[in-house]
């Protein structure tokens, strides 16, 4: 039988992804203890240490929404109504707000003092009256839990198709106060949620559990823990989270290791999983791309950075040189518009069709300061994937491509399958492009659409590229009446009825 884990060792040799060992580090054998856990990530060999009280914190969390889970199905979806409406109108009472913008407050000072770019973290009006018109969006919108999708005559009985609630969803968030009103709308079909949010926005978030969820789920007669914070800064909480198989689906938002390696958490434990990964979307400019049209999608798709903003560009060879110009021409007026500099990334064969001027040193502005370096820089073809994570700077790759058919088999390498668009004037080139192109989403112009809100008119919990495998049975975009499960139903008419 195997013993518990109770210390570990500096030097000691952990095999990990069947064929490899890693080893531990004096670090972290000096802050084991007894009741710590250590999840080793199988594709990369990290070793994730977590302490007894972020396992026990998520662990609490998931026993809570799980209890509360048990008992959505008796409560009426007038209830959840109740609940969108209550918390929306106390994201809009003057001492509610007084004292989550306090708590804001602190977190924005915090992570100001650290060096930490606050763009997302400050709750401004326009973030909370979002959040607000979110909520309400789901209080108006009808539920679907309990409708029969399928119903099938047999002699003798009959079956149904029905909707019901998916179970625990767990989500771990980048640090932005507003995506506490996003998870809730996984209450829409009766599911319960787990929070765990970016540390530098926890009191923000501890705020508005404290004076609008947690009063809102009491008004509703909504169970005690259909939504739950995790009280840690700690990103081992968020791991301990991933890891509980009662979950039934686990959420990750955001881009870079720390989310790659909660996806590893959540794939080895057998949970399913709903990530970016990372994001970064791709514009294709064809032989047939109206330079106009070419413009305004560049442009607009370079307004702040988020997961679908223009991160690189594949201009077919025979529009090189009126089509870069354009394209510069756009990244200008888009780095004016933040008033910053751009930054440019060009294989060689862009090389001859960009400026001198283009190569010579300027600021460009990053999230930890500003920083002198060239504003042009030549990277090489196997390069395209990689994301640009800007601050004020607009930051973009470029290469040429000998057709349509090319750019798109370099998505296909080398992206993370997220975002595509097509600037064509051709209806033949634009089927062909989403026939062939491995992207959930694919689009004729900017790429910034790709939002719940914005698209679908629902509040959006994530967006799921392809990067892990295609998704099984719903679209890319994660919105809370997106996260049900199909039950069956049999009336059965003949009494004696058997096989």
Not at 69 to 94: C, H, P, Y
Not at 195 to 204: E, K, Q, V, W
Request: charged residues 25%.
């Amino acid at each position: 039988m195997a013993a518990p884990l109770n210390q570990l060792e500096a030097g000691m040799a952990i095999v990990y992804g069947g064929d490899r060992i890693t080893k531990v580090s004096e670090e972290l054998a000096a802050l084991f203890q007894t009741g710590d856990k250590l999840f080793v990530v199988e594709e990369t060999g990290d070793l994730l240490h977590v302490t007894g009280d972020d396992f026990q914190a998520a662990k609490s969390a998931v026993d809570a929404a799980h209890r509360a889970f048990g008992k959505m199905g008796a409560v009426r979806d007038q209830a959840i109504t109740d609940f969108f409406e209550s918390f929306a109108e106390r994201l809009e009472d003057s001492e509610v707000v007084e004292a989550i913008t306090s708590a804001n407050e602190t977190d924005v000072a915090r992570a100001t003092a650290k060096g930490r770019s606050t763009t997302r973290l400050s709750l401004i009006d326009s973030m909370r009256e979002d959040m607000v018109q979110g909520l309400r969006m789901w209080a108006a919108t009808p539920t679907e839990r309990g409708k029969v999708v399928e119903h099938i005559e047999h002699e003798g009985w009959s079956l149904e198709q029905v909707i019901s609630g998916l179970g625990v969803i767990a989500f771990v968030f980048e640090g932005r106060p507003n995506v506490l009103a996003d998870a809730c709308g996984v209450l829409r079909l009766g599911n319960t949620a787990v929070l765990r949010i970016g540390s530098d926005a926890l009191d923000t978030a501890k705020a508005i559990m404290t004076h609008a969820v947690e009063p809102a789920l009491i008004d509703s007669g909504l169970p005690s823990g259909a939504l739950t914070l995790i009280d840690s800064r700690s990103h081992g909480s968020g791991w301990a989270l991933f890891s509980d198989s009662r979950l039934s689906l686990a959420v990750a938002r955001g881009s870079g290791n720390a989310v790659t390696q909660l996806g590893a958490v959540a794939r080895q434990s057998g949970v399913p999983l709903s990530m970016h990964g990372t994001g970064g979307a791709w514009i294709v400019a064809s032989e047939n791309a109206d330079a106009l049209r070419f413009h305004s999608a560049v442009y607009n798709s370079l307004d702040r950075k988020v997961c679908n903003t223009l991160n690189t560009l594949c201009i077919v060879e025979s529009r090189a040189a009126d089509l870069v110009p354009v394209f510069l021409d756009a990244l200008e007026k888009a780095s004016s518009r933040r008033g910053a500099n751009p930054k440019l990334h060009v294989t060689e064969s862009v090389r001859a069709f960009v400026p001198d001027r283009w190569f010579a040193e300027t600021t460009v502005m990053r999230s930890t300061g500003n920083a002198t370096e060239p504003m042009t820089e030549v990277i090489d073809g196997d390069s395209l994937g990689m994301e640009w994570e800007w601050e004020n700077s607009p930051e973009v790759t470029v290469t040429l491509v000998p057709d349509v058919e090319s750019a798109i088999e370099l998505f296909n390498e080398q992206s993370p399958r997220f975002v595509a668009s097509l600037i064509s004037e051709s209806d033949e080139e634009h089927s062909a492009f989403f026939d062939l192109i491995d992207a959930p989403f694919v689009g004729d112009g900017f790429t910034r659409w790709v939002d719940g809100q914005y698209a679908l008119n629902r509040p959006e919990l994530g967006l799921s590229n392809w990067q892990y495998g295609r998704l099984f049975g719903r679209g890319g975009i994660l919105s809370g009446n997106s996260a049900f499960t199909i039950r069956s139903r049999v009336k059965q008419d003949l009494i004696d009825l058997g096989r």
